[in-house]
């Protein structure tokens, strides 16, 4: 059986027209638009409540129930579309952003009448110029044709929008990192109480949805939460964008409904891996989820519950495959360096503990570990688990431990032998590179 | 009641707190014993530092006590292995990058992380990589020194030149465990409360360029006082030795200072010190100075000359800085015994003395003018400065008392007063300091008597405000040296009695005392206080 790819949200991403606000309306953009500005807010707010959908960005909070929290006044309030794709293996966004930016505008306007906020502001990652040439250009088509503005469609409606550019630092995507980044402050998350529901940007109430999250509302729209419903499971509903990369033949983005079989993922839309190497191990959701194994990746399912079933998470949908030619400890150690590099700084156990993992993976991947290093590896990683601020001490923490629990005779026989069981080196540190900077 | 206080347990103990406190403040006021860095009661909350964690039950997470709001029937503890646990982890991961360079380090003996780890702490350090290398010795301003090394990076500093100071020339540069404590661009740490960055500093990050390298702090005993730097009478720990005294902090006193005190008061202990002090009587006399002599001789040998001397040819000079007791005690010699009225207020700074900088830091640079000025209404004191000029002038006046400030930076017309008082026929200095400009000044005959200073004697200060506090003798750095009321005693030709506090219903009871202040019937002398306050 052919395994296929379900084009729902993608579905017109092949023309290159699409991107163009004539292409976008031919092929039905801002119909719903149209449609939900005749509709009453709630009835938009529950329709996004029973259509299950789950944040797409991460963490997988329900969308509807987000919005909900919001105060019921009237108070200024603020959208904010996190478009700071930094998760490691995800880049989903870009290619939304660059190949269907007002599909993303349109579901912002949308959503932004439902939570009645009159301003919003989509903050893309630094590094993505072209999704920042092309999200600008499409405002400006939109504010001509009279979607953006004041009395929108004659409904009465205003709402402006911006875009701003991050400065492409890994906690800028965390929301209040986002939000501290968007006021000008030094980005660094908040501390929470109080939530971003009720106070965020500027103290205003302030929702947060990614990129993919806000297309969808457009789709729920126009197809009601019924007909979202029927793809994946009753937890899990409708479709998401799975950044493929790593040694498969095919890497790339690829839209299934959720539930979908992670094998059928690597070896058939994937197309495998090159002849004679075989599979070790994935990291499923970006890389702060922990990994799995072969044996297990071949019986996971992409949908929140299975995975948190097997210990680790959907997370942004970014599936890093790694093949049986790759030593676990030198791909651990290009996580450890990730986050040692990008943590904030701000609470102690992160600031220090990202360090403190990344320079003991690099001191037994120059053949130099002491065999308590693996116990304290996974002390070190134990003790900064929920203990911080945001969650990116954890995201650090989670893939040490799963690598060193899953893989531990490669940990084992590199600080036994001081050189890796895959490659049968060791690997000099490169100077200082891996401490900071 | 009920509305504002909600219950709680807190370590097993039923506490009723107000609504709205957070865990740590709760626990900080009912005596329960937390870990914690970042949090300051002065400051906003930043919780950073992860080290006041507390276990709530029914939450399976450690949360951080100083962001919880108690809310009604929770039920918190501290001292579970859980807690216990992380507080461990957590002291640890604030020292796996610092230099422990405590030999060599100031804060040695007042350190937030040797005394949270001696409580604490793991015990069984794991860490064996290259610590991370920081900037040392960075000079922020004029008065702080910064080694990035030692900094846990708590923000409190930041946040204190941010939010009280509101002069925001810190902030915290770079990333993760590079980020370093520095000013902005073009700025240097230089305000009128820079110093409080110091005492807040749980470590020895951030050191006073006036303090460090001059003692080990075990060295140095402490005793609270009110500071004599200006009218808001902030309340102040000193710091001394035998050697004299070194530093000064603020104390807590909400309705006084908060928690904060200015740079231009951490300078009050200098001229107590024994270099600037006048430390015997002199005499002067047919154009030369006479061999010194003890300052009771001096005090009493110039009591004769009042005594037999017209009243009002005696003159009396004061200024506000000093105590109601001495106050009393002086005017009652002057006005009951000598009958004279002919007593004058010595206010320098007439056009600054409405200053306020909107904090702490006020314009009238004497502790006590609200006392002095009630104490010569209740004796009905109505003389100009003018009439003195006159008086001086015309020769009226022959025997003059000065009764000289005791802090020189505020005073800086003391040479011409010198000048001006020298007129006199018979001038009776009395001064805890040595009196500039005497030298120049063309006398005629003199008395040096010399005083103690503030630090030296009970006594009460009336602030701008009205409040009323009193303090307790700290230490003694010139022994001769005599209070106010000692000096009254002698001009009046009386002997010093043993018990020298005037009767206590002449005084009015202090106003505004703090919960751990040490009465004056109950001080005892020269204790050593281990117990050196909040972190």
Not at chain 1, 123 to 130: A, H, L, S, T
Not at chain 2, 103 to 126: R, S
Not at chain 2, 269 to 285: D, P
């Amino acid at each position: 059986m052919a395994v296929a790819e379900t084009k729902y949200l993608t579905e017109f991403y092949h023309l290159p027209e699409f991107k163009g606000l004539e292409g976008y309306k031919k092929n039905g953009g801002y119909k719903e638009l149209v449609k939900a500005l005749k509709m009453q807010p709630q009835a938009i707010i529950d329709e996004v409540k029973a259509s299950g959908l789950r944040g797409r960005g991460g963490a997988g909070f329900s969308t509807g129930m987000k919005w909900s929290f919001l105060p019921k006044n009237n108070e200024p309030r603020f959208l904010l579309c996190n478009a700071d794709e930094g998760e490691p293996g995800t880049f989903k966004d870009r290619m939304m952003m660059e190949k269907a930016p007002h599909q993303l505008i349109e579901g912002m306007i949308i959503s932004a009448f439902a939570i009645n906020s009159k301003k919003s502001y989509i903050y893309v990652r630094g590094e993505y110029d072209d999704s920042i040439n092309a999200l600008t250009q499409a405002i400006q088509e939109a504010y001509k044709a009279g979607y953006l503005g004041k009395n929108i469609l004659g409904s009465g409606f205003d709402h402006d929008m911006d875009v701003y550019r991050g400065a492409g630092a890994y906690i800028c995507g965390e929301e209040t990192g986002m939000i501290s980044s968007l006021e000008g402050l030094k980005g660094q998350p908040k501390l929470k109480p109080p939530f971003p529901a009720i106070q965020g940007y500027l103290k205003k109430p302030t929702i947060v949805n990614n990129v993919e999250t806000l297309a969808v509302v457009k789709y729920v729209i126009r197809d009601g939460a019924a007909h979202y419903k029927t793809f994946g499971t009753e937890k899990s509903a409708g479709t998401k964008l799975f950044s493929l990369s790593g040694n498969v033949v095919k890497p790339g983005n690829y839209e299934v409904p959720l539930a979908f079989p992670m094998k059928d993922m690597i070896y058939g839309l994937g197309g495998g891996f090159k002849a004679g190497r075989k599979l070790k191990a994935v990291i499923p959701g970006g890389s702060s989820a922990p990994v799995l194994t072969a044996e297990e990746s071949e019986r996971a399912t992409l949908d929140y519950e299975n995975l948190a079933q097997m210990g680790t998470m959907l997370g942004s949908g970014a599936i890093i495959v790694i093949d049986d030619s790759n030593c676990m400890v030198q791909c651990l150690a290009n996580l450890t360096h990730f986050y040692h590099h990008e943590s904030c700084g701000q609470c102690t156990p992160c600031r220090e503990g990202t360090g403190w993992l990344d320079k003991i993976v690099h001191s037994i991947l120059s053949g130099r570990g002491r065999p308590q290093d693996i116990e304290l590896l996974i002390k070190v990683a134990d003790n900064m688990k929920g203990k911080t601020i945001c969650a990116l001490s954890d995201a650090a923490a989670l893939p040490v431990l799963s690598f060193v629990t899953k893989f531990r005779d490669e940990f084992e026989y590199f600080v036994r032998e001081g050189k890796s069981k895959v490659k049968g080196t060791a690997f000099a540190p490169k100077g200082d590179a891996h401490v900071g900077h | 009641m009920s509305d504002t206080n909600i219950k709680c347990t807190i370590n097993g103990t039923e506490l009723e707190v107000k609504k709205g406190m957070t865990i740590i403040q709760a626990m900080t006021e009912n005596a329960q014993r937390i870990a914690h860095y970042c949090w300051h009661p002065g400051l906003s909350i930043a919780g950073v530092c992860r080290l006041c964690m507390v276990e709530i039950e029914g939450n399976p997470r450690v949360q951080i006590a100083c962001n919880t709001v108690i809310t009604e029937g929770m039920r918190i503890n501290n001292t579970s292995e859980k807690v216990k646990d992380a507080v461990k982890w957590g002291l640890d991961f604030h020292l796996i990058n610092h230099p422990l360079d405590c030999p060599i380090c100031d804060q040695a003996g007042e350190c937030g992380l040797q005394d949270q780890y001696m409580e604490y702490g793991k015990y069984t350090p794991e860490m064996a990589e290259k610590k991370q290398k920081k900037h040392k010795v960075v000079d922020l301003g004029p008065t702080v020194v910064l080694d990035s090394e030692r900094c846990i990076l708590c923000s409190r500093c930041v946040r204190f030149t941010d939010e009280v100071s509101k002069t925001n020339e810190l902030g915290i540069f770079n990333r993760g465990d590079h980020a370093e404590i520095g000013t902005h661009d073009g700025k240097q740490l230089d305000n009128k409360y820079s110093l409080n960055t110091v005492d807040i500093c749980p470590v020895g990050a951030l050191t006073s360029k006036d303090f460090r390298f001059k003692q080990r702090v075990w060295y140095l005993k402490d005793s609270d006082t009110v500071c004599n730097g200006c009218s808001t009478g902030c309340n102040v720990k000193v710091y001394f030795n035998k050697e004299g005294l070194f530093r000064v902090k603020p104390n807590v006193n909400e309705k006084i200072n908060g928690y904060w005190m200015c740079d231009e008061g951490r300078d009050i202990y200098k001229f107590v010190n024994r270099e600037h002090r006048q430390l015997k009587g002199q005499k002067y006399g047919a154009g030369s100075w006479h061999e010194e002599v003890h300052a009771g001789v001096a005090a009493k040998d110039a009591g004769q000359f009042l005594q037999t001397a017209k009243a009002d040819e005696i003159g009396l000079v004061l200024t506000g800085q000093h105590t109601n007791e001495e106050y009393e005690a002086l005017l009652n010699t002057f006005v009951n015994t000598f009958k004279t009225k002919n007593i004058y207020h010595w206010w320098p700074q007439e056009p600054k003395a409405g200053e306020f900088d909107g904090l702490l830091l006020r314009g009238d640079k004497n502790p006590n003018t609200a006392g002095l000025k009630e104490a010569l209404s209740k004796h009905g004191i109505t003389a100009k400065w003018a009439d003195l000029e006159s008086g001086l002038k015309s020769g009226k006046i022959k025997q003059l008392v000065v009764i000289a400030p005791e802090n020189i930076f505020a005073y800086n017309d003391m040479e011409q007063k010198a000048a001006f008082f020298a007129q006199a026929e018979h001038l009776i200095l009395a001064t805890s300091v040595k009196f500039p400009g005497l030298e120049k000044a063309s006398l005629k005959i003199a008395t040096i008597i010399p005083l103690k200073s503030y630090i030296e004697k009970d006594g009460t200060f009336v602030n701008f405000k009205g409040d009323v506090q009193k303090f307790k003798k700290a230490t003694t750095v010139v022994n001769e040296a005599l209070t106010g009321v000692e000096l009254a005693q002698l001009l009046a030709g009386q002997n010093l009695q043993i018990e020298v506090v005037p009767t206590p219903e002449l005084f009015k009871a202090a106003s505004n005392t703090r919960k751990d202040q040490v009465t004056l019937d109950h001080r005892k002398k020269n204790e050593f206080v281990f117990n050196r306050g909040r972190l």
